[in-house]
Each structure stands twice: as C-alpha cells, then as structure tokens.
T-cell receptor, first 116, second 116 residues
Framework: ETGVTQTPRHLVMGMTNKKSLKCEQH?????MYWYKQSAKKPLELMFV???????ENNSVPSRFSPECPNSSHLFLHLHTLQPEDSALYLC???????????????FGPGTRLTVL | AQTVTQSQPEMSVQEAETVTLSCTYD???????LFWYKQPPSRQMILVIR??????QNATENRFSVNFQKAAKSFSLKISDSQLGDAAMYFC?????????????FGTGTRLTIIP
C-alpha cells in the first residue's frame, strides 16, 4: 500500500455502538490530521497530531476520541454518536519541519460513516 | 480567521475546452499557501496545484494553472484541454505559513462536469 490508507471505507453504526476508524500513512510523514466532510459544508479540521502529540482540537465533541500511537497510525474512536455525525471522515498526513515552510497535506480515501 | 469562498457550486465544460474555477479568500496574513484539491467520485482528495503567496509567478502543473492575484485575494484554477477524468469536486484551500498553524481552511467546493 502506498500513500494514506483508511479503514473501513464504509461504516454503519447505531448511536450506542463503539467503533474506531483507522488511518495509516506510508509516506514517512510526522503529522496527521482528521477532517470531517459533511454535505454542502467545507471540510472541518477535527484533530491535528504533530510528532505524535495533539496540537489542535477544534472544539470537537468528546464522543470523538483520537489516538496517535506512532507517526504512521492515527485512530478516531467513536462512541454514542448522533445522526448528525454522519459524514465522510478524511485522514491526511504531511511532513512538518521544525522550522520553515510547511508541506502539503496528502489525504486518504475517507470513511463514509452513517449513524442510525 | 481565514475564510475561503468558492462562488460556483457547479460548472460544466465541453471536453477539450478550457474552464476556470474561482476562489477568493480573506486573510490578514502576508505569507501563506494556497492549494487546489480535486475529489473525484472515489472520494480521494488529490492535490492538483500549490502556490506560495510570496511567489509572484503563477504555479503551473501540466494542463492546470492558477491566476494568483494577491492584492485581490483571488486564486482561480484554469484547466486547459479538459478531459473526462477531470470531472470531480474541486476545493480551494488556504494554509498559514506561520509555524505551528497547520490548519487547512477549505472552500465549499465546485463540482465540475465534463461534457463529452
């Protein structure tokens, strides 16, 4: 596998379920991101991990819990979600230097989540 | 806060013709990056082209070029010799060049249809 991969590609869950989304990057990058893409809305940044430490959390509800065990893997743990959380969840990665110019983000194919 | 506006929800172009997608943004920063991403039905967000704000020369990648007007805060994408494979959602995105601010701000997208 190359680039950024995400599993599963599709997920249907009830509001009481607990599930996890997985992202893996094969690019040697040191920063990873979770985005939410809802219909007719701009992509929303949810979480940023740089050097395996969370550096940004855009006031995301606690029913979304990220985990970054190493620089290649990123998880999004889901529990007691609401129907309005149904969306496409995109993972991205980039190589962030300590100083200087930032690099481009490369995206995975996304997980289509439906909450019943 | 930065905002990105794509005023054309949908565009269509005849195959082999040229089309221009519009993007404007609002920022108080002087140094930043601008991107065009393409999202085909496969949902994978693919980088099309990138522009550094400090560069006056417009970026070009094969059939894709931009018209970057910094003073007007405009960043349009021109696709020449349109091909069927260009059909996708196109997103304009902004990113600060400030260290530690990795957030990408996206527009709402333009759906491009290629007419055979």
């Amino acid at each position: 596998e190359t680039g950024v991969t995400q599993t599963p590609r599709h997920l249907v869950m009830g509001m009481t379920n607990k599930k996890s989304l997985k992202c893996e990057q094969h690019l040697g990058h040191n920063a990873m991101y979770w985005y939410k893409q809802s219909a007719k809305k701009p992509l929303e940044l949810m979480f940023v991990y740089s050097l395996e430490e969370r550096v940004e959390n855009n006031s995301v509800p606690s029913r979304f819990s990220p985990e970054c065990p190493n620089s290649s893997h990123l998880f999004l743990h889901l529990h007691t979600l609401q129907p309005e959380d149904s969306a496409l969840y995109l993972c991205a990665s980039s190589q962030e230097p300590l100083y200087g110019d930032s690099d481009t983000q490369y995206f995975g194919p996304g997980t289509r989540l439906t909450v019943l | 806060a930065q905002t990105v506006t794509q005023s054309q929800p949908e565009m269509s172009v005849q195959e082999a013709e040229t089309v221009t997608l519009s993007c404007t943004y609002d920022t108080s920063e002087s140094d930043y990056y601008l991107f065009w991403y393409k999202q085909p039905p496969s949902r994978q967000m693919i980088l099309v082209i990138r522009q550094e704000a400090y560069k006056q020369q417009n970026a070009t990648e094969n059939r894709f070029s931009v018209n970057f007007q910094k003073a007007a805060k405009s960043f349009s994408l021109k696709i020449s010799d349109s091909q069927l494979g260009d059909a996708a959602m196109y997103f304009c995105a902004y990113r600060s060049a400030n260290f530690g601010n990795e957030k990408l701000t996206f527009g709402t997208g333009t759906r491009l249809t290629i007419i055979p």
